[in-house]
Structures are given as C-alpha cells and as structure tokens.
C-alpha cells in the first residue's frame, strides 16, 4: 500500500509538552495538507506546502504550532507547550497538482492532551 | 468564511434502502469531493466532481456536482451494513486562485439496520 502513512497514530501527552507528528505522502505528490478534526466537525484546513514551500497557513495554526516539509517530501507538525484545547485527530492530505487536484488522506494522528 | 451546510446530520435506514445526503453552499466551488471516515481512520476518497452538472458514479454510489456550483449531492443506493460510516462533502474553489485548501461540512452519519 502506497498511500498516506502517519505516525505515531495515537499520542498521549501532559498539557505544556512539545509533540511532533509526521506524515508521509503519495510518492510524487507535490502538495501536502494539514488538517485538524474535532469530534462530531469535518476536518478543518492548517496548513498547506508545495513541494518544500509552505504556502499557506490558516488562522487555527497559532505559533504554537509549525510545520516543515524539507525536502519536499515527508513533512512534521510540531505543537510545543500543548494545551487541553489542542486535543483532536490531525489529518495529513496529498494530492498531485496539475491544474486540478484531488486530496488523499492518511489515518491521522489522535492526540490527547491531559 | 466559506461554510457547507451537509444534510442531513444523520440517517438510520434499514439494509437494501436507497441513501440520499446532499450539501450547499454560499460560496461557487469549481471541485466537489465526497469522502467516507470511519471510527479511528482518515477519510477515503469515494467520489470527485470537477464540473458544474457533472455525474459520476462509484459502485453503488452516485454524486453530482450541481448547475450552480453551490451544491451536491450523494446517493447510495440498497445500502449495506458496511456502508455505515460519517460521509463529508467537500469543496475546493479554484486553485489557481492561490487558496485550495478543501471546506468541510459537518457530515452525515450513517447507521445501516440489517
């Protein structure tokens, strides 16, 4: 299976910890996407890169949080001094640009703030 | 910001019955994409609509990309107990416009009685 691959799955962390999430995309998939999900809500846009060049970052993506893409391939989510509110799935996305583009998703990391 | 009203939230329907949900928006969308999430698991692409009136169809499944561009909507038809799950519609505006992250609605959860 050569889809979107996420570790860890599960994190359980003490509230004021630094976490770190990594996502794998679809070989050859030049864009990478994360997003965040709460219980009972779709999941909601952070960040996205093209290749290694973050592009864009919404709102939600408080400076707790950052993202990297280095070589434009894999890519990491780190949230340092985490908080109870930061308790949710995040999904990682990738997709093939070429004028259009459709998004795959990984199974996500759940995380625990306690 | 750019919200999808799905409906509707929920739906019990008995094994062998047809499934309709649909979403709309206020906002016109040049991409609809229709996704399956399971307990624990990202969502799976089920279906990608990239013209306004376009229909495709997956299987069982059926969606179409409304004449506005403001909506859509998903049809399962004689559903199964595997089709339970929460299905999301998601919209993408243009990409070339430089914002392509997907908008979520809220989704319909699925319960299947056999």
């Known amino acids: 299976d050569t889809g979107v691959s996420q570790n860890p799955r599960h994190k359980i962390t003490k509230r004021g910890q630094n976490v770190t999430f990594r996502c794998d995309p679809i070989?050859?998939?030049?864009?990478l996407y994360w997003y965040r999900q709460t219980l009972g809500q779709g999941p909601e846009f952070l960040t996205y890169?093209?290749?290694?060049?973050?592009?864009?970052k919404s709102r939600l993506l408080s400076d707790r949080f950052s993202a990297e893409r280095p070589k434009g391939s894999f890519s990491t989510l780190e949230i340092q001094r985490t908080e109870q509110g930061d308790s949710a799935m995040y999904l990682c996305?990738?997709?093939?640009?070429?004028?259009?583009?459709?998004?795959?998703f990984g199974p996500g990391t759940r995380l625990l703030v306690l | 910001g750019q919200q999808l009203n799905q409906s509707p939230q929920s739906m019990f329907i008995q094994e062998g019955e047809d499934v309709s949900m649909n979403c709309t928006s206020s906002s016109i969308f040049n991409t609809w994409l229709w996704y399956k999430q399971e307990p624990g698991e990202g969502p799976v692409l089920l279906i990608a609509?990239?013209?306004?009136?376009e229909l495709t169809s997956n299987g069982r499944l059926t969606a179409q990309f409304g004449i506005t561009r403001k909506d859509s909507f998903l049809n399962i038809s004689a559903s199964i107990p595997s089709d339970v799950g929460i299905y999301f519609c998601a919209g993408q505006i243009l990409p070339n416009s430089g914002n392509t992250p997907l908008v979520f609605g809220k989704g319909t959860r699925l319960s299947v009685i056999a």
């Open positions: 890169f093209q290749n290694e060049a973050q592009l864009e």
């Open positions: 070989s050859e998939h030049n864009r």
């Open positions: 609509l990239y013209k306004a009136g």
């Open positions: 996305a990738s997709s093939l640009f070429l004028g259009q583009e459709t998004q795959y």
